[in-house]
């Protein structure tokens, strides 16, 4: 036997079970309203009463009568909760100070705990950056131009790259050399900065030497980084007092230039220590060598 419209409708409520107003007031005045859906009138008769839709039978209602069915929304690109929580945690533990969490919400402080970790674990496992070689046993350190493979890694190096100072390989007299020349300058430069770890020990006091071709007619000089010790506007450009003679010889040519009360602290263009000076600004230099006074 078919069962009747009222019984199925009383057997979706299990006895005792809350009735919601909304699913109540769809069920008001119909006579096949089971008694717990009237309790529920009775104890609220303010509930408003919901026009009953056009079709048959009520609105399709949720489980265990919370409300008619909405249409499931889709995924949200947005991490879990579990993985907020999770990530938050990790957050929390790198950076534990209530001022970044005033300034991240939660959401970035996710994501910012997700490139953390990603960029730790692609990290693991490789070894630190091989330092380079250590010059603060040594009594002096050299460079030699022109040659990429000796112009490195020698305990001083060459900055060929400011305006006032650009230098490019070349070859004079049968010898690499970096040669200056350049436009618009009544004087040129060359800048070199000493290794770090030369510093170590006391610089305060070297002869920095200098083989150079001898072509044209000028003045060669040398200005030193002094700021440490000198207390004006120019001391990092500090002239050491000495200036060679250019004679056109074509020939190769040492030069020697006493530096007193250096600090060599990059305080000059590029970072550098001291610069070769020159006018006018063409020069061409093999080797330069930088030395501790005894």
């Not at 039978?57 to 409300?67: A, D, I, T």
């Not at 907020?84 to 402080?109: D, E, G, I, L, M």
């Not at 920095?208 to 044209?216: A, C, L, R, S």
Request: charged share 20%; aromatic share 8%.
């Amino acid at each position: 036997m078919k069962p009747s419209a009222a019984k199925v409708t009383q057997a979706s409520h299990l006895p005792g079970e809350r009735v919601s107003s909304s699913h109540a007031s769809e069920m008001k005045g119909s006579t096949a309203a089971p008694a717990v859906v009237r309790r529920a009138l009775a104890s609220n008769p303010s509930a408003p009463a919901r026009a009953k839709p056009s079709g048959s039978g009520c609105v399709p209602c949720g489980p265990r009568g919370r409300g008619p069915l909405r249409p499931r929304r889709a995924r949200s690109p947005i991490p879990t909760a579990s993985f907020r929580k999770s990530a938050s945690t990790a957050v929390a533990a790198v950076a534990p100070s209530a001022s970044f969490a005033r300034t991240y919400p939660a959401s970035a402080r996710s994501w910012l705990c997700l490139v953390l970790l990603t960029v730790s674990v692609i990290g693991c496992g490789k070894p630190p950056p091989s330092r380079g070689p250590d010059f603060s046993q040594a009594d002096s350190v050299t460079i030699q131009l022109g040659d990429s493979k000796t112009e490195y890694g020698s305990g001083l190096q060459h900055r060929y790259h400011e305006k006032d100072g650009l230098t490019t390989p070349a070859t004079r007299g049968g010898r690499p050399c970096r040669h200056l020349s350049v436009v618009g300058f009544s004087r040129g430069f060359l800048y070199f900065v000493i290794d770090q770890t030369f510093k170590q020990r006391s610089v305060k006091n070297v002869e920095i030497t200098v083989e150079y071709f001898d072509e044209g007619f000028g003045t060669l000089g040398l200005q030193f980084d002094a700021s440490g010790s000198k207390k004006n506007r120019h001391a990092a450009y500090t002239d050491s007092g000495i200036a060679i003679s250019l004679f056109d010889s074509k020939t190769w040519k040492q030069a020697t230039f006493p530096v007193h009360n250096a600090a060599f602290e990059n305080s000059q263009n590029s970072g550098s220590d001291f610069r070769l000076t020159v006018s006018p600004p063409e020069l061409s230099v093999h080797r330069v060598t930088a030395t501790r006074a005894k």
